[in-house]
């Protein structure tokens, strides 16, 4: 089973940037999809973007075109890059593995996740 841990969630300001990591261990399958969901207070986790084991990207219309989402492999490390953050985007960020894409409900490994705060 995959461990993840989320990190580099912080408080930016409107218009900043932010970039938090995904770091994956433990037993990790060879083909494993990689996503980001985020969870504001009183709302349900939403899917952000998920990066597919042959490197295909899909993205949430919302983050579309400000939010990249990238891999490392040899650090075992999924990326989410924030650019032109909004409020809206406050919210405990979450990432998962598994084979899952859009829907959370595919992913059998989630981390703990991490803060990200929008000041306007």
């Known amino acids: 089973q995959a461990q993840l841990e989320e990190s580099g969630g912080g408080l930016v300001q409107a218009g900043g940037s932010l970039r938090i990591s995904c770091a994956v261990s433990?037993?990790?399958?060879?083909?494993?999809?990689i996503g980001w969901f985020r969870q504001a207070p009183g709302k349900e986790r939403e899917f952000v973007a998920c990066?597919?084991?042959?490197?295909?990207?899909s993205y949430a219309d919302s983050v579309k075109g400000r939010f990249t989402i990238s891999r490392d492999n040899a650090r075992k490390t999924v990326y989410l890059q924030m650019n032109s953050l909004e409020p809206e985007d406050t919210a405990v960020y979450y990432c998962?593995?598994?084979?899952?894409?859009?829907?959370?409900?595919?992913?059998?490994?989630w981390g703990q996740g991490t803060q990200v705060t929008v000041s306007s």
């Open positions: 998962g593995a598994g084979l899952g894409g859009r829907s959370s409900s595919g992913y059998f490994s």
């Open positions: 990066m597919y084991n042959g490197g295909t990207t």
């Open positions: 433990g037993r990790t399958p060879i083909s494993v999809n």
